[in-house]
């Protein structure tokens, strides 16, 4: 097998021995206890306890005979509120997101230009009474909305045929958040009333957390070798990118949709052979003809593994959830 570079000695030149990985004995299973004999001078029993046994195994069998001749089944216990439950017709959630998902294009879609249209729309949404007496569902017809995005966040089953989707929706540039009551029967699905206006969800509050304090041998070591590796998963090719990868590991480059600019920061926290590091790397977008060019940061846990003489190589990348200035 021929040898690979590592994290630390790619920029070295110096080459990492082979891998080995040593089978495990399997031990030995204890001889099996030898089954207990009978003597040869054991009692008789007395002849009522001998006749016992058969007498059940006959009445055994001759209810069984006659049961099958009369072809009765098993008696069941009567099904209580969870097996009613479970035989109740279910919700059918995915179809009312789609559906929730169509209807918003409609109704977080309006102008006076366009309202006779979105009247036309919306009346396959909603019951065709509602749609006979207001065709515009609860708009004036006055000022313009517009629906840049939206994703269901949720659904809140309230029945076996209501429900509401809770729609997160980008409306002229502000995050809101639409309930839209769904209701269900068989394989048809409609908006029976208005949705309900919603607040956005709240940013939350990040916990305290403090800085990771990195091992400085282990930190030098990977430095120079994870710049290196970084230019091979942007888009140095899959054969290149191998060559820092560990025995197992499968990691994909980005395939040249974007360029390695350099590592903002590196976090080696002190521990063994294997260890979880964060990277925060800037970027820069490929293709681009402007003279300003578009550069960004992203930060990366990788899991690291350090064969003999300080050699490290990558078995897993991924998104980190580490909070930006804690790396």
């Known amino acids: 097998m021929a ?12 080459e990492s021995p082979e891998y080995s990985v040593e089978s495990p004995m399997a031990g030995r299973g204890a001889p099996g206890a030898e089954p207990l004999r009978s003597g040869s001078g054991g009692l008789w029993l007395p002849w009522p306890m001998r006749v016992l046994p058969w007498a059940a195994i006959l009445i055994v069998g001759y209810r069984a005979v006659s049961s099958i ?16 439950a479970a035989l109740a017709p279910s919700f059918p959630i995915m179809l009312a997101a789609a559906y929730s998902l169509q209807f918003g294009q409609v109704y977080l879609n309006s102008s006076p230009g366009n309202a006779t249209e979105r009247a036309n729309e919306l009346a396959a949404f909603i019951p065709a009474n509602v749609g006979a007496l207001q065709p ?19 659904i809140d089953v309230r029945s076996a045929h209501t429900a509401v989707v809770a729609v997160i929706a980008t409306i002229i540039g502000r995050l809101a958040e639409l309930g839209v009551p769904v209701y269900a029967s068989g394989s048809g699905v409609i908006v029976p009333g208005d949705p309900a206006r919603l607040p956005a969800p709240a940013a939350a509050s990040l916990p305290d957390s403090q800085a990771v304090a990195s091992g400085p041998p282990a930190q030098r070591a990977l430095s120079g070798g994870v710049s290196a590796f970084f230019r091979a998963y942007a888009g140095g090719g899959q054969a290149t990118l191998n060559r820092f ?22 976090t080696v926290p002190p521990g063994g052979a294997t260890r979880g590091i964060a990277v925060t790397v800037s970027w820069m ?27 490290w190589y990558a078995r897993e990348i991924r998104a980190s959830t580490q909070p930006m200035g804690t790396q």
């Open 136 to 154: 515009e569902f609860g708009w004036t017809g006055a000022g313009t909305m517009k629906l840049q995005s939206e994703q269901v966040a949720g």
């Open 245 to 266: 990868l560990a025995p197992g590991a499968s990691v994909g480059g980005l395939g040249g949709a974007v360029g390695f600019v350099s590592i903002a920061s590196l």
């Open 69 to 84: 001749l009369r072809n009765e089944r098993p008696s069941t216990a009567p099904a209580g509120n969870g097996a009613a």
């Open 3 to 14: 040898s690979r570079p590592s994290f630390a000695s790619l920029d070295s030149g110096t």
């Open 285 to 311: 977008v490929s293709g681009q003809v402007s003279c300003a060019v578009l550069q960004f940061a992203a930060i990366y846990d990788m899991s690291v593994i350090d064969r003999p003489r300080g050699r």
